[in-house]
């Protein structure tokens, strides 16, 4: 990152993108507090980990391209995965709308850069670093104009390419997840894209897939994906 200082001027914690409901609660104390519960006990530790190795796949696949020096984790949360990247030798920023998951990822890692920014609108010039980590926002965002900017955003500051996960339709999960919502089980409309929609997206924001990678077999809905920025990637 060559000036990697989020401006914290620029920054607005309250946001410019619509958010939904579902990303404001992450907004509350409370919300951020308990966050990191879902990583712990057995299972969540082998979630966890399993989504470490993906990520550093994806990650791999772009370094492939190019030295990676630097990275922009947003929205980095509670701090996920601020020590898996920045053990990677990579200069790291960490950025979220919420205040409250900030502080639980400055809680983990005090020595990490981290700042108040939305997605929407970065506080970064063209290309300002290598890579950018996007990882459980997409899902919630059920906008795809919405989701198209922030894809948008990203390739104008990642030089690299991004790595980002989704959620796909070509899996029993997801089947099942849209039974119960037509069905009325489930409020909420479920976030799948289906894998040519997901390859659209990307592609109308100038990214293209370098890797592709369900995170449980080929009928996983959980997919990290590594997208090259052809704008830049090559030069
Ligand atoms: C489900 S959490 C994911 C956090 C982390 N990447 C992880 O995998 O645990 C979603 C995060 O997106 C953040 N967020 C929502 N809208 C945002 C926006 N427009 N810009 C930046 N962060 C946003 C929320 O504050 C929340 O921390």
């Not at 990650?59 to 920045?86: K, M, Q, W, Y």
């Not at 983990?108 to 926002?137: F, H, T």
């Not at 997901?198 to 449980?216: D, M, N, S, T, V």
Request: charge should be positive.
């Amino acid at each position: 990152m060559d000036s990697p200082g989020a401006d914290p001027g620029h920054a607005d914690p309250r946001g410019t993108a619509p958010a939904s409901g579902k990303l404001e609660r992450y907004r509350d104390a409370r919300v951020a507090e308990t966050y990191d519960r879902r990583w712990r006990g057995r299972r969540g530790l082998r979630r966890q980990r399993r989504k470490e190795r993906a990520v550093l796949r994806a990650v791999d696949s772009l370094g492939a391209l190019g030295p990676l020096a630097s990275v922009v984790d947003i929205p980095c949360g509670s701090g996920r995965f601020t020590e898996l990247l920045r053990a990677r030798g990579l200069r790291y920023l960490g950025l979220d709308l919420s205040l409250a998951m900030l502080l639980q990822a400055q809680a983990k890692s005090p020595l990490a850069q981290l700042a108040a920014a939305d997605l929407a609108r970065l506080p970064l010039r063209d290309g300002a670093v290598d890579l950018v980590v996007c990882i459980r926002l997409m899902h919630l965002v059920r906008d795809a104009e919405l989701r198209l900017a922030f894809l948008r955003e990203m390739a104008r500051v990642a030089r690299r390419g991004i790595v980002v996960d989704y959620r796909q339709t070509r899996s029993l999960q997801s089947f099942a997840r849209r039974l119960r919502y037509r069905a009325g089980l489930r409020s909420r409309e479920p976030g799948a894209l289906a894998p040519a929609a997901i390859r659209r997206e990307l592609a109308a924001a100038g990214l293209f897939p370098r890797a592709w990678l369900p995170l449980r077999g080929p009928l996983s809905d959980k997919l990290v994906i590594a997208a090259a920025n052809k704008a830049t990637s090559e030069s």
